[in-house]
């Protein structure tokens, strides 16, 4: 029966010595460990959060690098081409210009020349009409040098004035 | 049968040579264990064995710590028998007898005159075991805690003792923390003590050799401390809520004078049902392992073949009650610890 009776003895010493380590290590031991230990483990969380929030952070920032780089390699081959297209107006501009430009002093050539062929015309006619009234003056002086010749001219000038005066 | 046969042979050497030998030289199957046997010799006694007398020694408290016997001669730590009647006596038990002390038939101290016992505070065998284990636990739970102080947790991982003793204590802190509500930082010092206590003693308790072999948490008043410590921590801080659901919970009209009742026993339940598994789940470990031991003793008598085979079957079966009696330390230390911690749960419980 001594199994199943408490004896008195050692339940004295077991509260005593029970209740003093108790005391003690609730007051320097268990406290001081999780303590520290909870503060370590709220530190490991809240790294663990930092990190999740900086890969987070870096994988939105590949983003955006990736699509910045899209948009730069877009904006380049726009650039590329639109750098063709104006080359390919630049030069067609040139193109049309210069055929203008080359219209422009070919049909002024051709119009200039028109002009000095009409006055190279124009002197060529003066000069053939002078001449011809020269040629005229000197005929008639050649055939008026006799008087007969004057007399029939005279008279033949006043016959055809007196005969215009008549039918007027 | 062959099997048998051949691992005596192979144990007769051996037997031989030790202390089976004069049991060889009366060769017989005679008697049990328990019939007198004729006087042989000085050594003759020791044939003898009185398996009930060897296991109640070793689960039992003494007024002296034996721990072996050298030459003949039992080797034993006297220990202070401290009595309080009319005034203190302060002896050792072979000094008893002078101070007009006796032991009774359970090997407590009686007054010799008037047979009565007196309160007797004696440190016995268990109470020096208990001061030893608390000591070790003090002592080791301080330089856990003087790690903490000295370093810097946040930098670096805890080494050594600390590094053994952290998952412990942070499995009981966390266990206090899942069952106990916002204020479990105020319980869980308390129940890391008692979890830590109580694996510690159990595995002193296995070890069988000194400084361990006192059969600390298979003793009754031990168990009955601890949890007579639960029950007040569990009832002191116990909410309105919890003595509500004791005295007046929404039951039935026609329940309500018994559930009060019920409930007031079940509260004196839990510290009952926390003394018994603890107690008898070590005690029936112990008893179990020496009594494997026993068995090579017993068996002894009983010639080569069968005492021999029965040596190995038993050291077998020795090592593996061992080994699960190591397990059972641990389980017993968890479910101690965690009843306590929903027990106190329980009584911090709040108003839904």
Redesign the interface.
Known sequence: ???????????????V??G???F???K???????D?????SA?IAQSLKDADEIEARMASWKAEQAQMLEATRKEQSLMLREATETKARIVADAKAQAQAEADKILSDAKARIEAEKESALRDVRKEIALLSVQVAEKVLRHELSDESSQRAFIDQLVDETSQAQMRS | MILQFIISLLLWPMAEENYFSQSFAKNQFSSTFASPAPDEGAEAGEAEIDVGEIIFEHIGDEYEWHITEWKGKPVAIPLPCIVIEDGVHVFTLHHAAENGYTLNENGKLVNAATGKRPIDLSITKNVLALIMSSLLLLVVVLLTARWYRRHDAMKEAPTGLAAAMEPLVMMVHEMARENIGEDYRKFSPYLCMVFLWILLNNFLGIMPFFPGGANLTGNIAITLVLALFTFFIVNLNGTKHYYKEIFDPDVPVFLKPVMPVIEVFSAFMKPISLTIRLFANMLAGHIMILSMVCIIFIMAKYGPLLSGSMTVVSVLFGVFLDALECLVSFIQAYVFTTLSCIYIGLARAKEE
Do not use: H, Q
Request: proline share 6%; aromatic share 20%.
């Open positions: 029966m001594s199994l199943v009776t408490p004896d008195f003895g050692l339940l004295f010493w077991m509260v010595i029970f003093l380590v108790f003690l290590l609730a320097f031991g268990f406290p001081v460990i999780t520290m230990v909870d503060k370590r530190k």
